[in-house]
Every structure is written in C-alpha cells, then in structure tokens.
T-cell receptor
Framework: AQSVTQLDSQVPVFEEAPVELRCNYS??????LFWYVQYPNQGLQLLLK??????LVKGINGFEAEFNKSQTSFHLRKPSVHISDTAEYFC????????????FGTGTKLQVIP | NAGVTQTPKFRVLKTGQSMTLLCAQD?????MYWYRQDPGMGLRLIHY???????AKGEVPDGYNVSRLKKQNFLLGLESAAPSQTSVYFC???????????FGEGSRLTVL
C-alpha cells in the first residue's frame, strides 16, 4: 500500500516570494506522483504529474516539482507567488503496476499575503 | 464543456434518511470515483468503477453503495444517513491510469 505525507497544513508566504510545499510518499514499488490544486468552493484540478523520465516536472501557472526517489519526495515549488495562488494543494500517489487507487495527502493551504 | 457534473450541490438530511448523489461525465471516461473530503483528512476514496457495470470498494466504503449502470453515470447512495457522513463529496473520472483525474465541483451534505 502507498501513502502520502504533507507535513505542512498551512504555508503563509508574501506575494512575489518563493514557496516550497513538501510532499513525501511511501511505497514498496514504483510510483506515479501528482499535485492537484483546489480553489475555494471548487473541485481539484491537476497542476502537474510525474510518470517517468526527467525528475523535474513543470506544470501550469509556473509551478514545478522534483521527484527524488532516494528521499521519496515530490516537493512543489514556485519561484514567485501571486495572490491568485492562494488555494489548497494536494499531493497524490499511485503505484505504477496494475490497477491501484490514487491516494491523496491531507493538503497544504497556501496563503499568499499581499 | 460540462466535464464532470454533480447533483445536487447541497443537501441537508436527517439521521436515517436516504439519498442518492448523481455524477455524470461527458468525456467518455472509463474510470469513475467517489471521494469524500473532510477537514485535515484530505480526500478519501469511497468507491470506484473501472468500467460500466463494475464497482469496487475504496478506503471508506461503509454506509455507502454505488452503481454504474451507464458508462457516463456513477451514483452514490446513502441508505441510512448518519452525522458522520456530513462531508463534501467529490466525483472524479479518468480516461485511463495513470491518467489525470477530472473532478466535479462537489456536493456538500449535512446530516443532522
């Protein structure tokens, strides 16, 4: 079975500052990793995904994440945040073999301060 | 583009009442899922379907039933609602795995 840990439940950051949202996963087999964003009163939408290949993945809205197999991490980064980035961010994992469900982390609320 | 549509968006039930949440997708996706979202707990999978006529249990299936009689629809039923089922319910679909999940806007259910 796989699991995801998002240690930071809330991250406040000033506008135009860089941000990193942390995600660590646990799995005994190869994984696929995802970051989703949820704006207030909306469903989740995909920011980016890692399936294979380059460990640095770029997504929408200037976000990127780096897959680190040795540290079992998939941290999300943005060099300069905007007010509109205020949302909740979810890391998710699924095993690469067979059919496996997608497991979500508990989420990190990013609050961008003007 | 409609995508994934959930109805109703809001519902208040009394303990013991029953109800059905409807999820409809117009993207011809094979896979459909029902999640519940509770504060501090992220999204937890209730049931899922890998194709028309199939369903399977997720992490938290107790107290819920599902049906997928048509490819585009996935129904979530509560036979006897309990206050512990107060939550926001999300339906999602995907074309394949590890495909992107497309989410509906959620259905907020309160059980008194």
């Amino acid at each position: 079975a796989q699991s995801v840990t998002q240690l930071d439940s809330q991250v406040p950051v000033f506008e135009e500052a860089p941000v990193e949202l942390r995600c660590n996963y646990s799995s005994s087999v190869s994984v696929y990793l995802f970051w989703y964003v949820q704006y207030p009163n909306q469903g989740l939408q995909l920011l980016l995904k890692y399936l294979s290949g380059s460990t640095l993945v770029k997504g929408i809205n200037g976000f990127e994440a780096e897959f680190n197999k040795s540290q079992t991490s998939f941290h999300l980064r943005k060099p300069s945040v905007h007010i509109s980035d205020t949302a909740e961010y979810f890391c998710a994992v699924t095993n690469s073999g067979g059919y496996q469900k997608v497991t979500f982390g508990t989420g990190t609320k990013l609050q961008v301060i003007p | 583009n409609a995508g994934v549509t959930q109805t109703p968006k809001f519902r208040v039930l009394k303990t013991g009442q029953s109800m059905t949440l409807l999820c409809a997708q117009d993207m011809n996706h094979e896979y459909m899922y029902w999640y519940r979202q509770d504060p501090g707990m992220g999204l937890r999978l209730i049931h899922y379907s890998v194709g028309e006529g199939t369903t399977a249990k997720g992490e938290v299936p107790d107290g819920y039933n599902v049906s997928r009689l048509k490819k585009q629809n996935f129904l979530l039923g509560l036979e006897s609602a309990a206050p512990s089922q107060t939550s926001v319910y999300f339906c999602a679909s995907s074309y394949s795995r590890p495909g992107e999940l497309f989410f509906g806007e959620g259905s907020r259910l309160t059980v008194l």
